[in-house]
């Protein structure tokens, strides 16, 4: 068995982690952290894992060695404390934003921090992480010591526009993602309060939010002028982010075309799911059937007229977003069949 440890595990994407690895066959969860729980049972804060483990919360100091660690803790932790963090594990998954980021100058433009250890970003000449999504980067991360994570929102975009991206069919295009609370995390603020967070369609960052940084990187836009205009709008659910991007073509696009495309590049991803039909209620993707699953649904709608492909894709955040991703790329380093652990569906209904 591998031995495993998540860094952050009381925290929702560590309890995330931490509920995928006790029922995955080839790992062994045997150490799990928080500075605020020391010592209390894993159930006392993930109740859905009451009798699933006996396990309990220790200081991230008394981390001892491991083969995997998953370092789920909030921006800044892992960059700062890398080198320990190496020495203690035969291999890293980051769910952080710390690793996600090849060039240290976006650090600055984006977090508005100096990464502390630019020599761990991917790239010439350390090719240290590398970018932790396996529908791109699958054969690097083959025995890869060490992952990042994807940002939930990156990801849901990333998964919508690549086919189309990487064709070079796009010219400009607007993206809206949707996203229901728990992407950011379980530390309670004003904006969270129960009464001011229930119901809400709120824009959280009609610009600049940090997530386009990974989108630039990973679709290959010139950074000073990339076409792309991203907002997050934060609505009342609690988890699950959809993406609209209203992708403004260079030539008229018609439904069947982007059929055969995104057929191409998704049919033999295990994760990917092209989700469309004429009828019924579920024409397009909705994060709410995905709860709790590892699966991206991507669907379309042609507006040739206009030129415009609306591309619409959802994910669980805790999930594709976060968790299921990095138990999805840890099986990729490892050499392990990619979909182990990950194998079932969202709830319906829920
Ligand atoms: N939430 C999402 O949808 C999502 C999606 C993708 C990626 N991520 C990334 O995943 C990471 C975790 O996110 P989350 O939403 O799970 O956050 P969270 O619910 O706030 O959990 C944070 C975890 O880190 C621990 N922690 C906080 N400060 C610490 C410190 N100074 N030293 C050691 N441990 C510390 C917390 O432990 P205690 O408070 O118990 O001490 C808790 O276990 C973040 O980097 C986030 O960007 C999150």
Known sequence: MIEAAIAGASGYAGGELLRLLLAHPKVDVTQITSETYVGQYAHFVHPNLRDWTDLRFRRLDELMTTDVLFLALPHGQAMSRID???SAAGRIVDLSADFRLRDAADYRRWYDCEHPAPHWLDGPPSDSFVYGMPELYRDRLTGARYASGTG????????????????????????????GSSEGGNKPSPASHHPERAGVVRSYAPTGHRHV????????????????????????MVRGALATCHCLLEEPLEERDAWRIYRQDYDEEPFVRIAMSRRGVHRYPEPKI????????????????????????????????????AVQTMNVMLGLPETLGLEFAGLHPV
């Open 152 to 179: 939930c929102n990156a990801i849901v975009a990333s998964l919508a526009l690549l086919p189309l991206y990487r064709r070079g069919l796009v010219r400009e295009t607007v993206v809206d993602v949707k996203v």
């Open 213 to 236: 940084a990974e989108l630039i990187q990973e679709l290959n836009l010139d950074p000073e002028r990339p076409g792309l205009y991203f907002s997050v709008t934060s609505v009342g």
């Open 84 to 86: 320990e963090f190496a």
């Open 290 to 325: 995905l709860t709790g699953s590892n699966i991206c649904d991507v669907g379309f709608a042609a507006d040739a007229k206009n030129r415009r492909m609306v591309v619409i894709a959802a994910i669980d955040n805790l999930m594709k977003g976060a968790a299921g991703n």
